[in-house]
């Protein structure tokens, strides 16, 4: 199983990115997949998860701001994030739970003017 996110960048405050996370290899059925992300010197945290029915659960600093989505035909996962904050500077991580759990590699997003 191998997970590839893209779609990280830099971008100014205020600004919008969308990350993109696909799944391929022999996963099975999906269950959840969800976003993460880690800044220097913190702690991953999760920013949001979206569920096999589609439901979905946000982090209460990106909540209004960032949109979770998946297309399950691709087994794919994207994060559309809006008015970037600089403290939103972080690596984003995809998972992917599947019975077990899959990471992706990690995307760098960075929001500076």
């Known amino acids: 199983v191998q997970l590839q996110a893209s779609g990280g960048g830099l971008v100014q405050p205020g600004g919008s990115l969308r990350l993109s996370c696909a799944a391929s290899g022999s996963i099975g059925s999906i269950n959840r997949m969800a976003w993460y992300r880690q800044a220097p010197g913190k702690l991953r945290d999760l920013v949001a998860v979206?569920?096999?029915?589609?439901?979905?659960n946000y982090d209460d600093s990106v909540k209004g701001r960032f949109t979770i989505s998946r297309d399950s035909a691709k087994n794919t996962v994207y994060l559309q994030m809006n008015s970037l904050k600089p403290e939103d500077t972080a690596v984003y991580y995809c998972?992917?739970?599947?019975?077990?759990?899959?990471w992706g590699q990690g995307t760098q997003v960075t929001v500076s003017s």
């Open positions: 998972l992917v739970a599947a019975g077990l759990g899959y």
């Open positions: 979206i569920t096999s029915g589609g439901s979905t």
